[in-house]
């Protein structure tokens, strides 16, 4: 017989999956995509703009100081190296979030 994980187990190894989880920023409200990237090894915690980018609006967010990441087929988020902008990719491109909301 299994016993079943308490709630707050469950929610920590969620949140502490590589894999991209739909969120609302906590300070503007946005819809995101959050993450640990690297997983386990790397446990770089990012949130994302749900919104694809083309080239263009990849140079656009890197010249604003943003990451750019992409988000495998997987559900995985990996970051962008710069190598990666010189030929085509199969996944969507993603950018670090920025909030809305003026930081007072």
């Known amino acids: 017989m299994t016993t079943p994980t308490p709630q707050w187990l469950?929610?920590?190894?969620?949140?502490s999956a590589d894999a991209a989880v739909p969120r609302r920023c906590p300070r503007c409200g946005a819809p995101t995509l959050t993450a640990r990237a690297g997983g386990?090894?790397?446990?770089?915690?990012?949130?994302?703009?749900?919104?694809?980018?083309d080239i263009e609006e990849e140079i656009a967010a890197l010249m604003d100081g943003r990451l750019t990441w992409h988000l495998t087929s997987g559900g995985r988020i990996t970051?962008?190296?710069n190598f990666h902008r010189r030929v085509p990719t199969r996944h969507q491109v993603l950018r670090d979030h920025r909030c809305r909301r003026a930081v007072a």
Do not use: C, F, I, S
């Open 10 to 15: 469950a929610e920590r190894l969620a949140d």
């Open 40 to 53: 386990r090894v790397m446990a770089l915690d990012v949130r994302l703009d749900t919104g694809p980018l």
């Open 79 to 81: 970051w962008r190296h």
